[in-house]
């Protein structure tokens, strides 16, 4: 069985990347071709590239997004302009964000805000709060008090508590995690979503069709409706060009009857809880939510779950507290976000620039990537040179080559500005979290680079006044320890190297 998956995972690979190719040749070939036969195609193709190139320079995009079109478009003035009207204006990428906007507007009422809960954190900590009202005015996201957190790091911590809430399922398990990979790790979980599935619990699980290219076969889902598992694909991918194929679904989230609910950096595979090793020892979180608050991550699944389904499901039918109040009396306040790339609105990075503001002592970040746009990066350093206590930490052995060279771009900008940079030297930083003065943090799916930031899905749970935020402090500080401090004398790099990197940073947008 195992042989037959492998082969079929090949095969559509093959398949996929053959006519990527085909497509991209074609493409090239048809537009280099009529510039060739047709000075008036040459003419014609040059005047879309200004055309598109003034659009680009007015639209309300990041720096770097417009600034690596207006590179390609000049570099091939007769291929960019005429790429960039193939790529951003399709009927399928406007339809599928219409059909997005109809789910958050039908679903926005199933998360209720609490005025007495704001007023109590605004009486408690006033300078977080322009933070919660971002965020309920944002999307409606919900501040609560009754619930509980826990803190979960590394991996080998978060399994056997996964595992036990699971095990305690009722009515329903929902997983949505970009990366499920075979072996011990998920075997031990499909294990129990089998027998729980069995006795009548509603189990559903959504992958991200990128994020399991190469650890699943296409007809995985069919193999889970056997054993009575529904499962979803989240955008497919297919070798056609279109910006869709951008927006990833790069959240993990479990939900156990509304009650208890799971949020972070660990996907569903062995290296990430380090029974497998790829890069050295493999360092992530989690934060395990209990209580109201797990209704909000619950709620997330439901939406993205109704994506391409003819009719909308009624979420108050999963809803935990109808029949009786929740009993959880939890410490400080708690408020789960997520983050939808295609409604424009820039949530992660607001809440980021929102805690670097906050900020009076010290701002502590681990990353697995750093790849930043002007104004973080300002923000950063102004906090650095206004005396707060600026440290993050990102892997010193790496997954993408190119882009732990383009992180490393970004170190002499902020250690000159007094940031102290780390790399965690042990292995692979993976875990995304930060954390503000000892009274807030965020432990989520947010990479502080552009993929998380403006293209993905993501979540994550802002904690303040919390146990759970002393933990995560703790813990960085155990990280920082534990890594080489970047020098300043480290970063005067050769002419030709820092040229690269300054490259690197320039198409870093694409990565």
């Avoid at 195992?2 to 093959?14: D, E, H, I, T, V």
């Avoid at 979180?285 to 391409?308: D, K, P």
């Avoid at 990537?369 to 350093?381: G, K, P, R, V």
């Avoid at 320890?481 to 690197?504: A, H, M, T």
């Amino acid at each position: 069985m195992r042989k037959q998956w492998f082969q079929s995972l090949l095969m559509r690979r093959a398949v996929i990347i053959l006519i990527l190719l085909v497509e991209i040749t074609t493409f090239i070939f048809l537009i280099v071709a009529g510039t060739i036969i047709s000075d008036v195609a040459s003419i014609l193709f040059r005047v879309i590239s200004v055309i598109v190139a003034l659009y680009v320079v007015s639209k309300n995009d990041k720096g770097g997004y417009r600034l690596i079109w207006v590179f390609l478009i000049l570099m091939f003035p007769a291929l960019g302009g005429v790429l960039y009207v193939f790529l951003n204006f399709q009927m399928s990428s406007n339809r599928y964000a219409k059909d997005f906007d109809e789910i958050l507007e039908a679903t926005k009422d199933e998360l209720t805000v609490s005025e007495d809960v704001n007023r109590e954190l605004a009486e408690q900590y006033p300078f977080f709060m322009k933070n919660v009202e971002y965020l309920q005015r944002a999307q409606n996201f919900p501040l609560y008090k009754n619930s509980q957190t826990t803190y979960l790091s590394p991996g080998e911590e978060f399994w056997p508590v996964l595992l036990e809430k699971l095990r305690t399922a009722e009515k329903y398990i929902f997983l949505e995690y970009f990366t499920i990979g075979e072996g011990e790790f998920w075997n031990s979980i499909l294990e129990i979503l089998k027998e729980k599935a069995a006795a009548g619990v509603k189990v559903r699980i959504m992958y991200d069709d990128m994020g399991c290219f190469l650890s699943l076969p296409s007809d995985y889902p069919e193999y889970l409706s056997s054993l009575g598992i529904e499962c979803r694909i989240f955008n497919r991918f297919r070798p056609f060009f279109t910006t869709i194929q951008n927006n990833r679904d790069h959240r993990k989230i479990t939900s156990i009857d509304g009650k208890v609910a799971f949020c972070g950096g660990l996907n569903l595979a062995d290296e990430y809880v380090n029974k497998k090793e790829r890069f050295g020892y493999w360092k992530d979180s989690a934060v395990m939510v209990e209580g109201e608050a797990a209704w909000s991550l619950t709620c997330f699944f439901l939406q993205i779950w109704q994506i391409n389904q003819p009719k909308m499901e009624e979420f108050n039918e999963y809803y935990p507290w109808k029949d009786a109040p929740c009993d959880i009396v939890g410490e400080g306040f708690v408020q789960p976000y997520n983050d939808i790339p295609i409604d424009r609105e820039r949530v992660s990075e607001s809440v980021f620039m929102n805690m670097i503001t906050a900020a009076e002592k010290s701002l502590y970040i681990s990353t697995p990537y750093l790849i930043l746009d002007e104004d973080m990066i300002s923000a950063l350093c102004l906090a650095a040179k206004s005396g707060i206590d600026v440290r993050i930490v990102t892997p010193s052995k790496y997954d993408k080559w190119m882009i732990h060279q383009a992180t490393r771009s970004y170190y002499r900008d902020l250690v000159n500005a007094g940031v102290h940079v780390y790399e965690y030297t042990p292995g692979f930083m993976h875990s995304k979290t930060v954390v503000v003065d000892d009274k807030a943090a965020i432990v989520g799916s947010v990479n502080w680079d552009y993929r998380s930031l403006y293209l993905h899905f993501e979540s994550a749970v802002w904690m303040c006044g919390t146990k759970t935020v002393s933990d995560v402090r703790n813990d960085l500080l155990r990280s920082f320890e534990e890594s080489d401090e970047v020098l300043p004398q480290e970063l005067n790099y050769k002419r030709g190297w820092s040229l690269f990197r300054l490259i690197l940073r320039l198409i870093a947008p694409i990565f």
